[in-house]
């Protein structure tokens, strides 16, 4: 971590007046955006960027790993809000799995009579 601020850090006294852009597809947005998080922790320049409008993270299609953290200010979860960018199509699967949503479905599965369910198919 101290080594990423520090080059973060370096980057940014070079080239001040540009933007920050991190941007990923499904694992790679799920990196993207812990990313930012770490970075706005970490590396207050980051954190002067996101407030001044100058940090942006577009997530295609990410994991289902990001919701705000509820041990954040308001302020930083608004904040975070306004950096990160999800795009998900309305037929991907990935973004909408979770811990969860997959034990959900093996309960279901679970519960299902297979046996008399494929007797009934082969009728």
């Keep these: 971590e101290r080594k990423l601020r520090l080059y973060v850090s370096d980057l940014l006294s070079d080239f001040p007046d540009y933007d920050v852009v991190l941007t990923g597809h499904s694992l790679g947005a799920g990196v993207a955006i812990a990313l930012a998080i770490l970075m706005m922790e970490s590396v207050p320049e980051i954190e002067a960027k996101a407030q001044a409008g100058k940090l ?11 919701a705000p ?4 200010a ?18 991907d699967v990935v973004p909408r799995l979770s811990a969860r949503s997959v034990f959900r479905a093996i309960k279901a599965l679970e519960a299902l009579d297979l046996d008399e369910t494929l007797s009934d198919a082969q009728r």
């Design 69 to 72: 953290r509820s041990d954040l």
């Design 56 to 66: 942006k993270c577009y997530a295609f299609a990410p994991p289902h790993t990001f």
């Design 74 to 91: 308001e302020e930083k979860r608004a904040l975070l809000e306004k950096v990160v960018c999800c795009v998900v199509c309305h037929s």
